[in-house]
């Protein structure tokens, strides 16, 4: 009994598995040309936080975490 549920377990996590990166594969979306010299660029820019330090060490580290406790 084990050996048949162990089985029909991997048979349906492959499969599981298989439908998952079917569904991955076919999820790319392409944006149509916009104008003469098919331009690709986003209409809408986000704005910077204002907070945010320069760098990635502005943003990891012993410090960062101290500015997070209000030390």
Not at 39 to 58: D, F, I, K, L, R
Request: glycine content about 16%.
């Amino acid at each position: 009994m084990t050996t048949i549920f162990r089985t029909v377990a991997a048979a349906t996590m492959i499969g599981a598995a298989a439908l998952g990166l079917a569904g991955a594969a076919n999820a790319a979306t392409f944006s149509s040309p916009q104008g003469p010299g098919n331009v690709y660029s986003p209409g809408t820019y986000a704005t910077p936080a204002p907070t945010v330090g320069p760098g990635w060490y502005g943003n990891h580290g012993p410090a960062y975490i101290a500015h997070l406790n209000g030390k």
